[in-house]
């Protein structure tokens, strides 16, 4: 697993969250801007993301803010650079961090202790699991400042509390809580803010102990699924389930046998 990013003056850090764990941290490290997100920051996050999915190492992925913030959105002092769509429609992809979340096949826990605003709050969005700490609050500034949702906030976010409920968050610019968060199934988990990290790596750490290709398999199937009303999904579910099965050998059969046996004399993860 690579240390760090070099390309923005180790503003994008990504390590592993202990030696040897197949766990890596991402950590956005501009904390006296808190960790305002600038354009060779941006790529330089969707590179990380890229690597990590690459990185056989690695088998799930803890994404958090250094100091007080997780992260405040995009630096506006460079609002020109950023908004101005440049260069073709492929290199925007590779260089949103958003989308290169999205496509990544490691489960991805959010570690997310102070303000997540606007971009930020994209970035959390594209999570599979949220931890909070108890002083983070979600805020959706687009309205405010008049600047167009990219990162599918405007559309996530009412998928998972509700549109009424959504639209209060976006068009009022009100800062959802922690509490309010977990209450409507936003977050999963509230620590207090010095225990953020450590909840967030513990709770990729219990996914790393399981079958690597199978979890990726599973958070595809369950991520897909979730853009499709249930009918459609099930059959997605069938669809992959019989491609998975009528693709495995007996070795492999036997292999999994012994991965069962192997994990039943094992103690049960404590989450």
């Not at 989308?99 to 096949?105: D, G, N, P, S, Y």
């Amino acid at each position: 697993m690579a240390a760090a990013l070099p390309d923005t003056g180790d503003l994008i850090v990504v390590e592993p969250a202990r030696p040897g764990s197949p766990v890596a941290v991402v950590t956005i490290n501009r904390p006296a801007a808190l960790n305002a997100l600038t354009k060779p920051m941006l790529i330089s996050l969707a590179a990380a993301f890229r690597r990590l999915d690459a990185d056989d190492a690695v088998a799930a992925v803890v994404v958090a803010g250094r100091g007080r913030a997780f992260c405040a959105g995009v630096d506006l002092t460079a609002a020109a650079e950023l908004f101005q769509a440049q260069g073709d429609v492929k290199d925007l992809a590779i260089n949103d961090p958003v989308l290169q979340m999205e496509l990544c096949h490691k489960p991805i826990v959010g570690a997310i202790a102070g303000y997540a605003v606007t971009a930020g709050f994209e970035i959390a969005l594209a999570c599979d699991i949220l931890v909070a700490g108890r002083s983070a609050k979600f805020i959706d500034t687009h309205a405010k400042f008049g600047i167009f949702a990219y990162g599918g906030l405007s559309q996530k976010l009412s998928r998972i509390i509700g549109p009424n409920r959504a639209r209060e968050v976006s068009l009022t610019c009100m800062p959802v809580t922690a509490e309010m968060a977990e209450r409507w199934g936003l977050v999963n988990h509230i620590v207090d803010d010095n225990e953020v990290l450590s909840k967030a790596i513990e709770v990729a750490e219990a996914i790393a102990k399981n079958n690597r290709n199978f979890v990726a398999l599973y958070k595809s199937v369950i991520n897909d699924g979730f853009q499709l009303d249930l009918k459609h999904a099930r059959a997605l579910e069938k669809e992959r389930g019989l491609k998975y099965y009528s693709g495995m050998t007996k070795d492999q059969f036997a292999s999994m046998q012994i991965f069962i046996q192997g994990r039943s004399s094992k103690p049960s993860s404590k989450l």
